[in-house]
Nanobody, 123 residues
Framework: QVQLVESGGGLVQPGGSLRLSCAAS????????MSWSRQAPGKGRELVAT????????TYADSVKGRFTISRDNAKQTMSLQMNSLKPEDTAMYYC????????????????WGQGTQVTVSS
């Protein structure tokens, strides 16, 4: 059973940084593509970043390119999202996602989701 637990969210001022983490269990982590998605109040889900099972391929939404960095540690079964130069429009619930298919992941159709961690960017 896939379990994904996010942590690291919080309140940060514009221009600040946060690092989100996702602890995974219940599946062969190194064989799964992973991603981060977000949803702001009143808006649809947005795929933020993806990473291939081995970590060699990553993709980013245009809205976060150059500011966010996705990474994974297969030995520790964790994934992270380093978020720099945060903007108020980054405010959202952030979700960790997992799927055995990298294609489904980059299409934003990952099958497993965590409960989410709230990120609020405000002065």
């Amino acid at each position: 059973q896939v379990q994904l637990v996010e942590s690291g969210g919080g309140l940060v001022q514009p221009g600040g940084s946060l690092r989100l983490s996702c602890a995974a269990s219940g599946f062969t982590f190194s064989s799964y593509a992973m991603s981060w998605s977000r949803q702001a109040p009143g808006k649809g889900r947005e795929l933020v970043a993806t990473i291939s099972p081995g970590g060699g391929r990553t993709t980013y939404a245009d809205s976060v390119k150059g500011r966010f960095t996705i990474s994974r540690d297969n030995a520790k079964q964790t994934m992270s999202l380093q978020m720099n130069s945060l903007k108020p429009e980054d405010t959202a619930m952030y979700y960790c996602n997992a799927d055995s298919s990298y294609r489904r992941t980059i299409e934003g159709r990952a099958g497993s989701w965590g409960q989410g961690t709230q990120v609020t960017v405000s002065s």
